[in-house]
């Protein structure tokens, strides 16, 4: 190899020479020449595969984050119309008989039962309870008098919740227009005609100054008959001895009494101290009762301790 490049190195210098036209070219000039063809062919190759493999595949150019953005888009569609798609789902089968008011219950002191409830109420137990309107089942309940407040409420699947406070009857007041059953405020419950229909104790000696209604309080700041029944109904309840009174009479108020359910008669005088007197009565009471006695009289008139006798 050494031979045959210096006989080539030798065939260009005499060419040269022969010629006079052109320099000397050295060996290495020879070979970068020959190293720089190289490799514009190679460069020239690659340009034309690579111009093929674009014509015969495309890119695609659209930027990646438009892409995801397009796919995020159709995927967010497909969510919406199938969180669409249940929940008119669950209206339908919310509003369906399926969720119809199998029970009611009842909660608060009251002796209501749930038919007589569902009837106040006026309650359609065959529909759906959320079609129910709560509050216009709270106002029927509440147009009875016995009824002093009405919450209801839905419990899913199919529960009404009634949290009802009841007004009690306490005692009876004879009136004109018959017997008025009152709570302790002075509201009144009902009014009877048949006095086997009433509760003790009974209330006698007074008169109204105004028709009675149901629904309607006693006012005692416009009536002072009214005003002496609800004082003295107040402080025989806190004593704890509506039980024990059958009668309580305010004919005059100087001279008011009452006749216990075993037949003792209890003289109070004006009416003053009756928290106090009360009180006395509720001990005096226990004490008779163990003793077996039934009958007499108990004067509290005076400031002196109570006193006992037969007649």
């Excluded at 669409?84 to 669950?90: C, D, M, Q, T």
């Excluded at 009611?104 to 109420?121: A, H, P, Q, R, T």
């Excluded at 028709?211 to 609800?230: P, R, S």
């Amino acid at each position: 190899m050494k031979h045959t490049d210096k006989r080539e190195e030798l065939d260009i210098e005499k060419k040269s020479q022969k010629d006079g036209m052109e320099e000397p070219i050295s060996l290495n000039a020879f070979q970068q020449s020959q190293e720089k063809n190289l490799q514009t062919d190679s460069t020239t190759e690659r340009s034309d595969e690579e111009s093929t493999f674009e014509r015969t595949c495309p890119q695609d150019t659209t930027p990646i984050k438009t892409k995801r953005r397009r796919n995020f888009r159709k995927y967010f569609k497909k969510i919406k119309w199938v969180v669409a798609g249940l929940i008119l789902l669950g209206i339908a089968l919310v509003l369906s008989p399926v969720c119809a008011p199998k029970t009611v219950v009842i909660l608060g002191d009251n002796s209501l039962k749930e038919e007589e409830l569902i009837s106040m109420g006026k309650i359609n137990m065959s529909s759906s309870m959320y079609l129910i309107r709560l509050g216009a089942v709270e106002k029927k309940l509440s147009q009875n008098p016995y009824v002093k407040t009405a919450h209801v409420s839905r419990k899913f699947p199919s529960t009404l919740i009634v949290d009802m406070n009841m007004r009690e009857e306490v005692a009876t007041v004879n009136f004109k227009e018959g017997f008025a059953i009152i709570d302790h405020t002075g509201y009144i419950l009902r009014i009877e005609q048949d006095i086997t229909k009433i509760i003790k104790p009974l209330i006698t000696g007074i008169e109204a100054q105004k028709t009675l209604k149901v629904g309607e309080v006693l006012d005692g700041t416009q009536d002072e008959n009214i005003h002496m029944i609800l004082n003295l109904l107040s402080n025989v309840q806190n004593a704890g001895l509506l039980q024990n009174i059958s009668e309580m009479n305010l004919q005059d108020s100087k001279n008011i009494y009452m006749i216990t359910t075993r037949g003792l008669r209890v003289l109070l005088g004006n009416g003053d101290d009756l928290t106090y007197k009360l009180m006395q009565l509720s001990q005096i009471l226990v004490d008779l009762h163990t003793k077996g006695i039934s009958y007499g009289i108990i004067d509290m008139r005076f400031d002196s301790y109570p006193v006992y006798r037969e007649k």
